[in-house]
Structures are given as structure tokens and as C-alpha cells.
């Protein structure tokens, strides 16, 4: 693991809609996604984590919270980057990635080879 992983996956959108405003608002989804004018089956799949925050209902959320659209964007974002981090599938495939610095020092050392 390395140090920026953690080891307790970060808060969800859906969780901070369900426990910091659906349930002290006393919102039911429906109320929520009549308020978005969105389907409920979407408020639904992002409540319950089945679905991701995109830009758009990162707008319409901080629109009907007096959020910032970087709030729940940030969310978001902490969730992908933990989820990638975490994935020992991904972690692979990233640890066959060549950076910048190794392919111009192949590229240099096969230079020197020709001359």
C-alpha cells in the first residue's frame, strides 16, 4: 500500500445527501428529485452509491443545497481517486506505465548505442 493510499474509503456523495440533508431535512428521494427535476430512479442510484456524481448534478445539487459545485465535485473525485488507488487490478497496470524520465534516458542510451 503505498502512503497515498487510506485505508477507510472517503464519504460519498450519496452518503452526505442521505445523512446531511435528506434525513435532517426530513427529504424523502422523490422530494429531492422533484426539487433537481430530475427522475427519481437517478437520486435513487446516487443515494444509495449504484451511480457516480456527474458536473451536471453536481450543478443542480448546489443550486438546491446553496452548495458549491466544488463540494460535491470533490466528493466525487476523493471517492475515483481512492477506488483507483485501491483496485489491485489498476495498480498493475499503473505499475507497468514509463514515465517521462525513463523514455528519454532509453531514447539517449539508444542514441550513444548508434554512435
Known sequence: ???QQSL?????PGDVLQY???EPLNL???DLADMLNVHRNTISALVNNNRK????MAIRLSRVFDT????WLNLQQNVDIWEVQNNART??????IKTIAEVLAKRKSDQQDIA
Open 1 to 3: 500500500m503505498t502512503s
Open 8 to 12: 477507510r474509503k472517503p464519504t460519498t
Open 20 to 22: 446531511d440533508y435528506l
Open 28 to 30: 424523502k428521494i422523490a
Open 53 to 56: 456524481l456527474t458536473a451536471d
Open 68 to 71: 458549491s459545485i466544488e463540494f
Open 91 to 96: 495498480q498493475e497496470e499503473m505499475s507497468r
